[in-house]
């Protein structure tokens, strides 16, 4: 076990529609990021928030976006979903600085279905 | 995009053999890391080598690095039913702020 926890743990959702993640960070650990991990395929890097602040972003469209709250809480949000939008969703927490990648605790992620 | 490549894709060894799994990547790196999924959960932290480390243990493992390969190695040894999952190395780059880069992964079965 990690300490960090994801909530839903499924989602099924129409295209078009929106859709919030939840991530519950370790105490302590400042700095969150969220990953997406299609089928078959490694986790791609979405954003990370360090102190309630985005601070480095990958590639992906604005209608990905996110926040970070100071009691270690986080939250994923994707408007306008897409079929290629499903999806695992990871989140990440460690008490890094914004510029350290050291051991990453990964929560058990989010399984996102579009139809 | 994604950076680092495992080889193989998919690996299969009878319980008690030695695994070994490999990745390469493509721009220079501050660390490499291997993680471990099982059946499409969370994933967990193995080992973390430097980019002015060569070799690291910690239990059953054993990672190797060279960067001027730019190419990483993961060797679990005396394999267990457990340790069937798949296996990913992710790296950051030196820029920082980009998060970390995974390869595609290796699955790795380990048969009773």
């Known amino acids: 076990e990690t300490g960090v926890t994801q909530s839903p743990t499924h989602l099924i959702k129409t295209r078009g529609q929106q859709v919030t993640l939840r991530c519950s960070s370790q105490s302590g650990h400042n700095t969150v990021s969220w990953y997406q991990q299609a089928l078959g395929q490694g986790p791609q890097f979405i954003f990370q928030y360090y102190r309630e602040e985005e601070n480095g972003r990958g590639n992906f469209p604005p209608r990905f976006s996110g926040l970070q709250f100071p009691n270690y809480s986080s939250e994923l949000n994707v408007n306008a979903l897409e079929l290629d939008d499903s999806a695992l969703y990871l989140c990440?927490?460690?008490?890094?600085?914004?510029?350290?990648?050291?051991?990453?605790?990964f929560g058990p992620g989010t399984r996102l279905t579009v139809l | 995009s994604q950076q680092g490549e495992e080889d193989p894709q998919a690996l299969s060894i009878q319980e008690g053999e030695n695994a070994t799994m490999n990745c390469s990547y493509k721009?220079?790196?501050?660390?490499l890391q291997w993680y471990r999924q099982n059946s499409g959960r969370g994933l967990v932290h193995l080992i973390l080598?430097?980019?002015?480390?060569r070799e690291k243990h910690s239990g059953r493992l054993r990672v190797t690095l060279d960067t001027s390969k730019k190419s990483s190695s993961l060797l679990i040894t005396a394999s267990r039913a457990a340790d069937t999952a798949s296996y990913f190395c992710a790296t950051d780059a030196e820029r920082g702020a980009d998060g970390l880069t995974f390869g595609k992964g290796t699955h790795l079965i380990i048969q009773p």
């Open positions: 721009t220079s790196i501050n660390n």
């Open positions: 990440a927490s460690n008490p890094d600085t914004p510029f350290g990648y050291n051991e990453q605790f």
């Open positions: 080598i430097r980019s002015n480390e």
